[in-house]
């Protein structure tokens, strides 16, 4: 009789390899022009280059009276005022000899060199007294300083934050090229599952993975789409792939990718597409799927099955769905680069497999653990603010610096360091 042998888990370096080989096959992103004021988290598509200079002439850093430098060599030379210049105006050229009232944006009148601010000066009835003597280009802001014309401002790839939005108004651009959003359907199973605000029977849960992931999806930028809940038969669930693969670029599971009875996702998926792997060398997070769901026309959408534990559902949709994600939507390929902190915990008890614990920066500059690490525990996931990362077999003792990513980061990587 032959002896069952189980597959070796796959680590997680292996997994993310296999992720970014299967994107490098799926079609490339759309795109659609949409106004600027409304890309808020939206992926650029094509760069955006500056037709013109910003600033767009050279103009005062604040408040004062613009001199050519070579009338006020010393403190206490007084001139009388030739002109009044307001942001937005132009002033004419400086009469020799003067100087001229400036605001704050006001473009400095040919002839001047630099501005005094107003609290170094006293303004009398008929001449401005200057209390130091300037140096040239004192107070001005150079024209194109911050931009040149001709100049990539915003590089196609990049998540547009509200500076980048700012940057992008301040050289004229109405509207942007923008990679369309990533379509998601998420599918939750179980027939213990209840939606809030409905009794709860005895045996049932409510359901949290559903709200769950469908805000971390939101929080992406991608769009979501909530196909409820499958029930525990083949059947059914090979149905509601089917469907979901039509209009969806991603399909996302929680729970029935385990090895019970009643998980019917995996044999689902193998019908319906391909089963590309199954099982993680992690903690929490081990029965995870990553496949292929067939259309009609021959295209794919991909499948990615988290455990059913919500725990371990929000740290596998960090870990392995946010990247997946970010390439979905025009990203680069990105993963958090870790930072070293102190541990001000001990981890006695390592596991063979990696692990991402849940925990918090203190006042003191190191990380906290919180108690209780079941992937069941998703209370850890709100008090926590970032994961530890230990390799196979590693303890901690308190004081050992230990690999830290904030969720924060996860979230949003364009604005981080990230390694391959």
Not at 368 to 390: E, K, R
């Amino acid at each position: 009789m032959a002896v069952y042998v189980p597959k070796p888990l796959m680590p997680l370096d292996e997994a993310l390899l296999g992720l970014r080989e299967a994107l490098q096959t799926h079609a490339v992103p759309s795109t659609e022009v949409i106004d600027s004021f409304e890309a808020l988290g939206r992926v650029l598509a094509e760069d955006v280059v500056s037709p013109v200079d910003v600033p767009p002439l050279d103009n005062s850093a604040m408040d004062g009276y613009a001199v050519c430098c070579a009338d006020v060599l010393t403190a206490g030379v007084a001139l009388p005022q030739s002109q009044r210049v307001a942001a937005g105006q132009v002033g004419a050229e400086l009469t020799p000899g003067t100087c001229a009232r400036i605001f704050t944006g006001a473009p400095v009148p040919h002839g001047a060199d630099a501005v005094v601010m107003q609290e170094q000066c006293e303004a009398g009835p008929d001449a401005v007294r200057f209390l130091t003597a300037p140096a040239p280009g004192q107070n001005i802001r150079r024209q194109g300083e911050d931009i040149a014309r001709g100049a990539t401002v915003l590089s196609r790839g990049l998540r547009l934050s509200p500076a980048a939005l700012g940057v992008a108004a301040s050289v004229g651009a109405a509207q942007l090229t923008v990679f369309k959003q990533p379509r998601v359907a998420v599918l939750t199973t179980g027939n213990e599952l209840v939606m809030p605000g409905q009794p709860l029977p005895s045996g049932a849960i409510y359901n949290s993975n559903r709200h769950m992931l469908r805000g971390l999806i939101q929080a992406t930028g991608a769009r979501s789409s909530d196909l409820g809940l499958i029930p525990d038969d083949l059947a059914s669930t090979r149905a509601k792939l089917r469907q979901a693969a039509l209009e969806h670029d991603l399909i996302l599971t929680s729970g029935g990718v385990s090895v019970g009875e009643e998980d019917h996702l995996k044999a689902a998926v193998q019908a319906e597409g391909e089963l590309h792997f199954w099982q993680l060398a992690i903690k929490p997070g081990k029965p995870f799927v990553f496949g292929r769901i067939r259309r009609p026309d021959g295209s794919h959408a991909l499948y990615m099955g988290l455990p059913g534990n919500p725990a371990a559902s929000f740290v596998t949709f960090l870990l392995l769905v946010r990247p997946v994600l970010g390439v979905l939507a025009g990203e680069l390929w990105c993963w958090p680069a870790p930072t070293l902190l102190r541990a001000d915990f001990d981890w006695p008890r390592a596991d063979k497999r990696r692990e991402f614990v849940r925990v918090r920066r203190n006042v003191d500059g190191g990380v906290s653990l919180y108690p209780h690490q079941g992937s069941g525990v998703l209370t850890s996931a709100v008090w926590a603010d970032g994961l530890v990362d230990l390799a196979p077999g590693q303890t901690v003792q308190r004081g050992d610096m230990v690999s830290f990513v904030a969720l924060s980061e996860w979230l949003a990587p364009a604005a981080v360091q990230c390694q391959a």
